[in-house]
């Protein structure tokens, strides 16, 4: 069930001079939902090519939207699409590099055998 406005009331509309010569309308109104009112204030900054009355009632439906997304529960849904990439790793030194090959990941490391010395290591790791 999606969430709707029953009623609106307008409890204050002002008309300030802005910028240079743009005008600011300030709507102030109480929107009842679900058996309960409440205030919210929207705001529109128009020019000399609009109307006073079609700036106000576009500050009118930003306060509507204002209440709405406070009052009102949204259900939202995503989906993630992931791209794995096939990727190797090395040790070079101290460092862990990293280049694209196959499905597996393939670890490279320098490690210290008890007979043979320093011996680099060769390790594959699949997924299951």
């Known amino acids: 069930m ?9 409890i204050n509309k002002t ?11 300030i709507m102030k109104i109480e ?3 679900k058996k309960k009112w409440y205030p919210s204030t929207g705001h529109y900054i128009f020019g000399p090519d609009m109307s006073e009355s079609e700036a106000c009632n576009h500050a ?22 992931l791209k794995c990439l096939k ?4 040790l070079d030194g101290e460092v862990l590099k990293l280049s ?8 490279y490391m320098n490690v210290q055998m008890e007979s ?8 594959r790791l699949c997924p299951k």
């Open 31 to 33: 929107s009842k939902i």
């Open 60 to 81: 009118e439906q930003r306060a509507k939207k204002n209440i709405m997304r406070e009052r009102v529960q949204e259900k939202l849904k995503s989906q993630s699409h």
């Open 100 to 107: 694209a090959k196959d499905s597996c990941n393939t670890i």
């Open 87 to 90: 990727k190797e790793f090395y």
């Open 2 to 10: 999606q969430g709707q406005i029953d009623a609106v009331r307008v």
């Open 116 to 123: 043979e010395g320093i011996q680099k290591v060769k390790m």
């Open 15 to 25: 008309v300030i001079p802005y910028i240079d010569d743009t005008r600011k309308c």
